[in-house]
């Protein structure tokens, strides 16, 4: 949009709105992520809380692209993080709930954030690296590389640049 004045208004109008639906996607998203996984550890996964994961899944990185659209600050790796983390703890959830598993939330959550970043930046040993601090010790370090690499192998394929990238190449 040419219009600086037009641009920035529809962006936080967007921003706005969507933060007033989803209230979780306020700033990094952090504290909402943290909400909703002591949310699912007191309660079985309903379909609100699945719905609103999903929810939030689909618009952060709308709103992260807007906000930057709109001239202001987003980013890559808290978007990640939090994307991960939740679709993480959707599967754990989901396969808890119906197919009578007792997989590790948490753990799910660390393979998440390392596959989702992992994607996003085409950095496989980087977002490896931050989920094994994530996780506070070495044992899922060689479930999350695989995670890791396998989403960064099926991004490649699906699109060769990254946000990094793409201003470079077009």
Request: proline share 4%; charged share 10%; with cysteine.
């Amino acid at each position: 949009m040419k219009n600086e004045y037009v641009r920035i208004g529809l962006g936080a109008a967007i921003v706005g709105v969507s933060i007033f639906i989803f209230p979780h996607l306020f700033g990094d998203s952090y504290s909402g992520v943290k909400d909703m996984i002591e949310q699912s550890s007191r309660t079985p996964l309903t379909y609100t809380l699945a719905f609103t994961i999903l929810g939030i899944v689909v618009l952060k990185p709308i709103i992260s692209s807007v906000t930057l659209g709109a001239g202001g600050d987003g980013g890559v790796f808290a978007p990640g993080i939090v994307i991960g983390a939740l679709l993480g703890l959707l599967v754990a959830l989901t396969c808890n709930q119906f197919f009578h598993t007792q997989l590790v939330v948490s753990n799910f959550i660390i393979l998440g954030i390392a596959a989702v970043l992992s994607g996003a930046i085409h950095a496989p040993l980087t977002s490896s690296s931050l989920a094994v601090r994530l996780s506070g010790s070495f044992i899922l370090t060689f479930p999350i590389l695989l995670a890791s690499m396998a989403a960064r192998y099926t991004a490649g394929k699906i699109y060769p640049y990254t946000v990094y990238s793409y201003k470079d190449q077009h």
